[in-house]
């Protein structure tokens, strides 16, 4: 087996067990609809994980062009992955009793710890988009920078801000699914 298929089999893995997660989450809201009640926004923010982490699936398969491969970089997408993942869980905790069975407390508890880890995704990529090489970044600009440049600034904001209302929290998850529709929709359809 050659080292990309390696990589592969992995990011595989560890991304199938976080759509998992996702998907089971959303599913006890339809086997248990009177045990927790759901929130919109947290939803929403569920959409567009799983979304995130479709493109980030399809988006890796230019690992392949990558020649010469160190551990470091090994080790370093594997982390990467694992952001997903925790990402995931953070969304879908194994309850939230502490919350009042209620996914917008639990939401508004934990969405710095969210939207930070955000963050940190976005500024891996960047990284990870360099290891593909520069030819591979100037194809995807200027649309990249300005993806990753809003959502961080607005990741940023939001992580801090201390209002809770649900139409400003919607309406920037409802910007990112449009904005991350766009992105792959110009990027992977346009050529």
């Known amino acids: 087996m050659d080292f990309f298929n390696h990589i592969k089999t992995v990011i595989s893995i560890i991304l199938g067990l976080s759509i998992g997660c996702l998907l089971n989450g959303t599913v006890k809201f339809i086997q248990h609809p009177g045990r927790t009640k759901p929130y919109w926004v947290h939803l929403l923010w569920v959409f567009y994980l799983f979304l995130l982490m479709i493109h980030f699936w399809w988006w890796e398969y230019n ?15 594997i982390m990467y992955i694992i952001l997903y993942f925790t990402s995931c869980q953070l969304l879908y905790p194994a309850d939230v009793k502490d919350y009042g069975d209620n996914y917008k407390n639990y939401f508004f508890s934990r969405k710095k710890w969210l939207f930070l880890l955000l963050i940190v995704v976005f500024l ?17 600009m200027p649309v990249y920078a300005i993806r990753m440049i809003s959502h961080i600034s607005l990741l940023g904001i939001f992580a801090f801000l201390k209002t809770k209302r649900s139409s400003l929290y919607g309406a920037m998850v409802l910007f990112f699914i449009l904005f991350e529709l766009y992105f792959i929709f110009s990027k992977f359809y346009n050529d």
Do not use: A, P
């Not at 690992?63 to 997408?77: Q, S």
């Not at 891996?124 to 995807?140: A, M, N, Q, R, V």
């Open 63 to 77: 690992l392949r062009d990558v020649r010469m491969w160190t551990f470091t970089e090994y080790i370093f997408i």
């Open 124 to 140: 891996i990529d960047i990284f990870d988009t360099l290891i593909k090489g520069h030819e591979y970044l100037e194809k995807l």
